[in-house]
DNA sequence: GTCGATATGTTATGACATTACATCATATTT
DNA sequence: AAATATGATGTAATGTCATAACATATCGAC
């Protein structure tokens, strides 16, 4: 059933290689600006590599940021349903969590309306403890 | 055209006008050109009417589409926490619904991550009744 | 009327994303 | 091997979304 995935071309590499180390949300400009030096030269070099990770799960997209991070849970391709980010407004900090009342509840009204999810995303913005008043 | 609320100014009261009779999302610029007629120029025009209708619960901001849509409960003024748009790719319809268990998980899960929630959206795409296959 | 706060008008710019077209690499078919 | 198909890449141009900076106007409190 696992068959292994196939390998990331070039493009793709460097751009999931970029977004893992920063560990950080970045946006598809400043993965640019950091591709320069290794031949990157216009946007759609880091769109078309997101949109791959994106298809295979390697990557988020934060929707009310305009930006990427790489999926914090390692083996969570097969892991169905809403992610759950937490965002720190302060010092940019996000955090992923996977929560099965929120996903239960969101098919439960999802079918109530004979509603078809393809995709839900749960962004929660905020201040993290550490950035706490 | 319905009356306008009170305490909104003519360009406040002109872009919730346009956003309550599409009864759907509309971008910023969509906005301004149907406002053109009534003197708009500029985006800013737009914009900042739409960040003081949002401040009052006047309409939502649809973060997955740059779009923003007049709000569809009346009275929902008091209402807190986390509003789930329900929105279907293919007509573009978008219900709006708020849930009470989804609510109260998002505010457990920051409870114990000692997050302070500011803002929350859940969005949902997918396909309508209408517009299943 | 003066002052302060808020709203508005306008230009320019910044930030995010895609279209269109050309080229290159690789695998499959004939 | 040549022809073909497919997917990745390179590049320029454009389209779409949002804000900065500065000037002017409106309105209420005093």
Chains 1, 2 share one sequence.
Do not use: W
């Not at 946007?43 to 390697?58: C, F, N, T």
Request: hydrophobic share 40%; glycine share 6%; aromatic share 6%.
């Amino acid at each position: 059933m696992t068959a292994p995935l196939p390998n990331l071309t070039k493009n793709q590499s460097l751009v999931f290689e970029t977004l893992a180390e920063a560990g950080a949300p970045l946006s598809a400009y400043t993965i640019l600006d950091q591709l320069r030096e290794h031949g990157f030269r216009a946007p759609l070099q880091v769109y078309r590599a997101l949109d791959k990770l994106l298809e295979r799960g390697l990557i988020h997209r934060l929707e009310s940021l305009n930006a990427f991070v790489a999926c914090q849970h390692k083996h969570s391709h097969g892991h169905q349903g809403a992610t759950v980010f937490v965002i720190c407004g302060t010092c940019g900090d996000v955090n992923e969590l996977h929560d099965q009342v929120i996903n239960d509840q969101i098919m439960r009204r999802a079918v109530e309306q004979k509603f078809q999810v393809e995709s839900a995303m749960v962004e929660l913005r905020g201040r993290c403890s550490g950035c706490a008043d």
